[in-house]
């Protein structure tokens, strides 16, 4: 399993929270790429349910975080 800032993204407006098989759920229904999918399958459900993509991903940058800003370039 691997996550991608582009691939993390495409859960952001998921029905937080969510169990394993709702994220896939939505993943699919909002035509998510399909290495997302594979993902959300390869997570170990213990029933859990997840409240942000911070419990699947625990590197996802938080919101306070611009990645795409770069002081030098201006």
């Known amino acids: 399993m ?3 800032l582009e691939l993390a993204t495409k859960l952001e407006d998921a029905p937080w ?3 394993k098989d709702e994220l896939i759920d939505y993943a699919v229904r909002s035509g998510a790429p399909l290495e997302v999918i594979e993902n959300l399958h390869e997570i170990e459900d ?3 349910s997840y ?7 625990p590197d ?3 919101t306070d975080d611009d990645f795409f800003f770069d002081e030098e370039e201006y």
């Open 51 to 57: 409240e942000s993509i911070e419990d699947i991903w």
């Open 60 to 62: 996802y940058p938080s």
């Open 17 to 19: 929270p969510a169990t």
């Open 46 to 48: 213990e029933g859990e």
């Open 2 to 4: 691997y996550w991608t």
